[in-house]
């Protein structure tokens, strides 16, 4: 299970190194389902995800080199491409920034994942980061983002 809120930021933090380059191509996008593969710095995934906000199912598994480069051709038309950067707070939270590259440049998001949902309805980001919390706004998923590019 995932469960993550995500906000669009203004721009990056101060401070924040060690990116980690992705690359992410969707294999099905449906209603209740969403199947992906990820190249996240040289260590690759197979996803797949059920529909929702804040929480959802979610299972990960690792995958060879080979079986992403052999699907990857299937996603054309519905990837993202982005640098991560990680941040742990003090209260064990990990705070991921997300700066997109490509079709999708100019587009920063922060996620955060929590153990359960009353923990993510209590979060409030800290104060120096500036931006809008868009859990809710379905535009702002990865898939939605991959088909459709950045909401205006």
């Known amino acids: 299970m995932e469960i993550e809120k995500k906000y669009k930021l203004i721009n990056l933090p101060s401070g924040l190194e060690n990116g980690?380059?992705?690359?992410?191509?969707?294999?099905?996008?449906s209603k209740w389902l969403e199947i992906r593969i990820r190249?996240?710095?040289?260590q690759y995934f197979l996803t797949f995800k059920g529909n929702g906000t804040i929480s959802r199912m979610e299972l990960e598994f690792r995958?060879?080199?080979?079986?992403?480069?052999f699907t990857w051709p299937w996603t054309k038309g519905r990837r993202i491409e982005k640098i991560r950067y990680s941040k742990r707070m003090a209260n064990g939270l990990?705070?991921?920034?997300?700066?997109?590259?490509?079709?999708?440049?100019?587009?920063i998001i922060l996620e955060v994942e929590f153990p359960d949902e009353v923990s993510a309805n209590r979060f409030i980001y800290p104060e120096d980061i500036r931006g809008v919390?868009?859990?809710?706004?379905k535009r702002y998923k990865n898939k939605?983002?991959?088909l459709n590019g950045i909401p205006e």
């Open 39 to 42: 190249d996240k710095a040289g």
């Open 63 to 69: 995958i060879p080199k080979w079986i992403f480069w």
């Open 20 to 29: 980690e380059h992705i690359d992410q191509g969707y294999l099905l996008i």
């Open 144 to 146: 939605n983002l991959a």
């Open 94 to 107: 990990v705070l991921e920034f997300d700066k997109y590259l490509g079709s999708l440049a100019g587009l």
């Open 133 to 137: 919390d868009v859990t809710y706004d």
